[in-house]
């Protein structure tokens, strides 16, 4: 995965999501949760470079960071609560289906 455009397709592929672009600026595009409006996929492209953005349960925070070099602390977000993942080729497919898997998982049952 190496596109917004694969991310969004896929991230969109969840039941009741929809794009959002809420700050007015093409780059920004994220895909929210329907029934609480709570987003759980940012895209953007930062320094030349294609990223999303992804809630991350604290537990496994640091295992993708270590795992991958192109994951990091979420950039402008809750570090805490955020991964960054830079679309670079680096990291498989799957993995990245995993990551975004679980930020919607993570987001579903909030209000």
Known sequence: MQTRE??????????????????HDPNWVLVRYKK?????LWTYEHEGRMQINLKVRPEWRDFWRN??????P????????????????????????????DSYDLIVGKK
């Open 6 to 23: 694969e991310a969004l397709q896929y991230g969109l592929s969840f039941p009741d999501t929809y794009a959002d672009t809420p700050f």
């Open 36 to 40: 609480n409006k709570k987003a759980f």
């Open 67 to 72: 795992a991958f070099e192109a994951v990091m």
């Open 74 to 101: 979420g950039y402008h977000q809750n570090k805490e609560h955020w991964n960054t993942v830079i679309l670079d080729g680096s990291i498989p497919d799957e993995t990245i289906q995993i990551m975004i898997g």
